[in-house]
């Protein structure tokens, strides 16, 4: 074979997708969520401790970590991430919110239908005549305030970033993860004070699946944020290159819409 077919069949071979090396961590980090989820159920049937849980809960963060850093070594440092691999990144995460959207829509699709179809059980009546609600002026109010403004501000980091304003974007990231914080301390405080429990009734069910879910992806989003924070600070991102940062954008962006149908349907319409 001559050098020149060598040449045309290395040139034949090129493309703009990253092959990844073989990696352990996608089928580790499946079956540490696998024993986590197990370890749940068991514990709500009285089978298992919160010992079981919390082990798995940590071996689940360590993976995940071991995970992200090859991510990080192979977008920031090896420069795989080519701008094919970023749309197909892109989509990804598109495709994930959406699943994210669905999810949520189930829950409030059996919310609305316990609402219109209220047993005599209940009292014929939503919410049921025994429920105390939660007024939607006081914390939930509040915590509506704090995640409209917290979308603002990774709106403005993100501009900032985009600008190549390395200061604004790590203040603004910065307030928007206080303001996240805050947020979820106070829907802490407000689960410490609600007059009823998850197993009151089908309204008490929703109401704390949806807000607990809710909850968590905001935990979630903290931690995507507060992720960007730091590779912000050690300069990983540029004014072109920043597809980290926009997607934990997209996704807080995402969490503040669900609270707000989760404000008027479970807090106003649904506590009226």
């Known amino acids: 074979m001559t050098l020149k077919t060598n040449f045309l069949i290395r040139n034949t071979n090129r493309h703009g997708f990253h092959l990844v090396d073989p990696s352990p961590w996608p089928i580790l980090t499946a079956f540490s969520v696998f024993t986590l ?6 514990w709500m049937h009285g ?10 809960l940590i071996c689940f963060k360590f993976l995940l970590w071991f995970w992200w850093r090859d991510v990080i070594r ?27 959207v669905m999810f949520f829509f189930a829950f409030f699709i059996a919310f609305f239908y316990s609402s219109f179809n209220a047993s005599v059980g209940i009292g014929c009546t939503w919410p049921p005549v025994y429920i105390s609600t939660i007024e939607a002026i006081q914390v939930p109010l509040l915590n509506s ?8 501000t990774v709106t403005l980091a993100h501009n900032y970033l985009i600008e190549g304003n390395w200061s604004k974007t790590f203040y603004y990231l910065s307030f ?8 979820t301390l106070f ?13 009151d009734s089908v309204y008490a069910s929703c109401f704390f699946m949806l807000t607990g879910l809710h909850g968590f992806h905001v935990v979630l989003g903290t931690t995507f ?5 730091w590779r912000h600070f050690l300069h990983h991102f540029t004014r072109t290159n920043h597809l980290g940062f926009e997607a934990a954008s997209w996704y807080w962006h995402f969490v503040d819409v669900v609270w707000l149908f989760l404000f008027i349907t479970i807090y106003w319409w649904g506590g009226v």
């Open 74 to 100: 192979e977008a920031t440092f090896e420069g795989n991430h080519t701008s094919i691999v970023q749309r197909g990144l892109k989509l990804g995460m598109i495709l994930f919110i959406v699943s994210e």
């Open 37 to 42: 989820v197990f370890n749940l159920v068991l």
């Open 176 to 183: 928007t993860i206080l303001l996240a914080t805050v947020f």
């Open 225 to 229: 944020l507060a992720v960007c924070l």
């Open 187 to 199: 829907q802490i405080y407000e689960y410490n004070t609600c007059p009823f429990n998850i197993s």
């Open 47 to 56: 089978y298992s401790g919160l010992i079981f849980i919390l082990f798995s």
């Open 145 to 152: 305030f704090l995640l409209l403004f917290s979308g603002f």
